[in-house]
């Protein structure tokens, strides 16, 4: 079985900045994609930013410029680092990662608990 621990929420000003981690342990052959969702109350789950396997990255327009996802391939451990932030960015992140379980396998899709990031203004 496959587990994503994540770490980093809580509490900023306007401004300010906070890093969220996420970690992958488990069964493991291989890691595709990692990236980030956030879900605010009332809205549906919409992607942040991934990080494909190697170095390809997206971002939603709303982050572009204030956050960076990046990836520790070694330790299975994907980071993103919010500057800038701003009430709207209040949500739940979920960390998401597609996993290869074995060789031969498809990717199967994995979800975090969720952190809790809450930006006042």
């Known amino acids: 079985q496959v587990q994503l621990v994540e770490s980093g929420g809580g509490l900023v000003q306007a401004g300010g900045s906070l890093r969220l981690s996420c970690a992958a342990s488990?069964?493991?052959?291989?890691?595709?994609?990692m990236g980030w969702y956030r879900q605010a109350p009332g809205k549906q789950r919409e992607l942040v930013a991934r990080?494909?396997?190697?170095?390809?990255?997206n971002y939603a327009d709303s982050v572009k410029g204030r956050f960076t996802i990046s990836r520790d391939n070694a330790n299975n451990t994907v980071f993103l680092q919010m500057n800038s932030l701003k009430p709207e960015d209040t949500a739940v992140y979920y960390c998401?990662?597609?996993?290869?379980?074995?060789?031969?396998?498809?990717?199967?899709?994995?979800w975090g608990q969720g952190t809790q990031v809450t930006v006042s203004s």
């Open positions: 998401n990662a597609q996993v290869i379980l074995w060789r031969w396998s498809s990717p199967s899709e994995y």
């Open positions: 990080i494909i396997s190697g170095s390809t990255t």
């Open positions: 488990g069964s493991i052959f291989g890691i595709n994609l």
